[in-house]
Structures are given as C-alpha cells and as structure tokens.
C-alpha cells in the first residue's frame, strides 16, 4: 500500500499485528474519550495563512538540553516496541539516531538498556515509573548511567494502571489470554516469522536484568499491577534527584500547579501528557491543557508534549501553544509495527516535510518563529 500518512502506517500495522499487539497500541482507557480529544482538538487548531513572506529558506532544529536536535521531535518511551518488529526497540533507536533527533526506551522494553544503547554512538533518553520496588528503581538508574545515558524522563502519570477495555477484549489480558495471543500469532505468519521467531528473547530486558530471570508478557501485567506505587508523593522523589546528575524530565503533567511543583522540585523539564489516553479518562487533551502550563512555567524548564500528535502540522500547533519540542508515541509506533525501523524514518521525513509546509505558510522562518502569533485566537477552541 501507498504510505503517506501516519494514518496510512496505522492502516498497514493493523494487519501486520496480531490483534492483540495492535489494540494495545491503539487503544486509550475506559469509553476512550480523551484518547479521541487529544487528536481532535488538535485538529480544531486554527492557523493564520501568510503568503509571500520570503520564507526561501526553513530551519526546524533546536536544542534541548544542550543537545542539538534536527527537528523539535523526540521519540516518546512506548511500552514492549520489540513486539512490534525484531528487536523493535533497537531500530527505532537507530531510526531516530540517523534523523538526528532523541528516542527515549521504556521501562518496560523487550531490548535492555545496554541492548540498545551499545549499538548507537549518542546516548538515548530513559523512562523510568515510579515503582514500589525501590532496588529495581535504582538498579535500572545505575545501569543506565553506566550506559552513558544522561536524560532520565520519569513517568508520574501511572501510579495505577488504567482501565484499557480494549485489552481484556483482544487478548493481552484477561481469560485465556496466552493461549488466544497463541492463535492470533498464527493467523499473522509475517509477525510470527519476523517478530514472534527471529525476534527472540520477548522477555522485559530491563526487568529481567535486575530479577536475574526472564520476564515474559505472562509476567507483564501482573509485574506492573503488583508494582505500582500510589503512595509516592514529591518528598519520594528526591533520592532520584539526588542520585541523577543529568537532566531530569517529569512526565505525565496536566494541571498548571503541577508544573508548578515540578519547578519547585528542580526538574529540567517536564512532559504535559494525559498517557495517550490510556490512563484516566475523561481529562484534558495535552493540547488543551498546554497554553495554561506554558503561561506558568515557560522558561522555567523544558517544556515538551505528547499524546495526540499525528502530523508535522500538529508538531507546529504543539510549538505555538507553547511547548519547546514534542515526543511521537503511537505515530512512530505504527510506522515501526509496519515497517521496521525504515518505516520510523520515513515517518520522520513525513513529519519533516509536513512541518516545511506549516512553516513556510504561516510565515515561520524557524522554530524560534513559531508562536500563538500563527493561530486565530478566536476559534482557539
């Protein structure tokens, strides 16, 4: 098929996937309302169109903690990317690497820290949860320090799973999942080659490093729920900061005093972000909730956004609410389940190209140029 849009990756990895793989990608918390919010409200973003500002030439780099990025986008830490394609986490590194911009691994990848980061020559990001397994928080902060990794995003957003229906439904969980995530791999002989044969080890390698054992998807679920610490407040958190020297993001905010308490803490930067809707539904799309973050905080630390982000033209919208740079979750994730690592790079290009056009009319030379000044205030919602 023609691919020339995330929607069209999106289209090519729901038959690529194994339904269960696919849904939970795509799928968003309870009735799913937030996750629909976060790209339609995106899309109701209104830009004013210049013509003829000599605009010959565009420059979309930036610099986020002191490191020169070729566009404002970073790759956003998405839960088992190695189930997507052979040793996923791995080719989206070396996507994003060759694209000049940051990929951020997951807690919970298939490819351990030391996996990925061996095989590239700058350093990644790394998302770590807030855990009530303190050993294996520090464990994995050491490991990646050692690693060479200096940007810590710290996901605050998941003190408990949320709701995914979509998941008990497509086999990921609930009754007989194994066995049903079984017959799906078969009926998708491509993924059970390419991922399910040739993808081996599918254990949790950052959790299997610290358990001394293999950390399989049967363990998945039932580690995270087991996990998870709704108990911690900022005060728990200044052992991590004391302990990371690098920049240190804080992930999952949506309400302004958040923030608020985030510059208070000493954090570097912090990600407005709602989980791509997978947790508590309902809440504001990241768009929504940027402009009022951006009023309090905006150069006090980094201010970057995920969840609904679908295109270049929203990369620039995500620029003029406000943000310094924005993170692709489930764009990049589709282009990888559909086409490896090649597929992230061409989605770059796509994001890329897509954010020329925005630039060029609306008369933003660069992304320095990218304001509220390119939106009509008054259809702002």
């Known amino acids: 098929m023609i691919i020339a849009s995330t929607q069209d990756f999106r289209e090519a990895a729901s038959r690529r996937l194994p339904p269960f793989l696919f849904h939970y990608i795509d799928g968003g918390a309870y009735a799913e309302q937030t996750l629909r919010r976060n790209v339609d409200d995106l899309s109701q973003l209104a830009l004013r169109q210049r013509v003829l500002q000599n605009l010959g030439e565009i420059d979309l780099s930036t610099r986020l903690f002191d490191q020169p990025l070729a566009m404002p986008v970073g790759l956003a830490p998405v ?29 919970v990848s298939v490819c351990s820290i030391q996996e990925v980061q061996s095989q590239l020559e700058r350093p990644i ?45 497509s086999g990921m969980s609930g009754p007989h999942a194994a066995l049903r995530r079984s017959v799906q791999a078969v009926t998708h002989p491509a993924w059970a080659l390419d991922v399910g044969l040739l993808g081996r080890p599918h ?32 005060n728990d958190l200044q052992w991590i900061r004391d302990f990371w020297q690098g920049p240190m993001v804080i992930k999952g905010i949506l309400d302004p005093e958040d923030a608020l308490d985030a510059v ?67 764009a990049y994730a589709y282009a990888l389940a559909a086409a490896g690592g090649a597929g992230v790079e061409t989605l770059l290009d796509l994001i890329a190209k897509e954010m020329r056009v925005a630039m060029v009319l609306t008369g933003a030379r660069s992304v320095k140029d990218i304001s509220r000044e390119i939106l009509v205030r008054e259809n702002l919602w």
Do not use: C
Request: glycine residues 14%; charged residues 20%; proline residues 3%.
């Open 264 to 330: 208070r803490f000493g954090a570097d930067g912090i990600v407005v972000s709602n989980h791509g809707g997978r947790q508590l539904d309902g809440v504001l799309s990241s768009a929504r909730a940027l402009p009022a973050i951006a009023d309090a905080v905006k150069g006090a630390l980094t201010l970057l956004v995920d969840s609904g982000i679908r295109s270049g033209l929203d990369v620039v919208r995500m620029l003029a609410l406000g943000a310094d740079a924005v993170l692709l979750g489930r």
């Open 125 to 169: 990001w790394f998302q770590l949860y807030v855990l009530k397994d303190r050993g294996f928080m520090r464990d994995a902060l050491e490991r990646a320090w050692a690693a060479g990794i200096r940007t810590l995003v710290f996901t605050v957003d998941m003190p408990v799973p949320g709701a995914r229906y979509r998941d008990a439904h």
């Open 203 to 234: 254990d949790l390698g950052n959790i299997s490093a610290y358990r001394g054992h293999p950390t399989g998807l049967g363990d998945y679920v039932g580690w995270l729920g087991a996990n998870f610490d709704p108990s911690i407040g900022w």
């Open 79 to 107: 839960g088992l990317t190695g189930m997507y394609a052979r040793r996923g986490e791995v080719q989206a590194a070396r996507a994003a690497e060759r694209k000049g911009i940051p990929f951020t691994l997951s807690t």
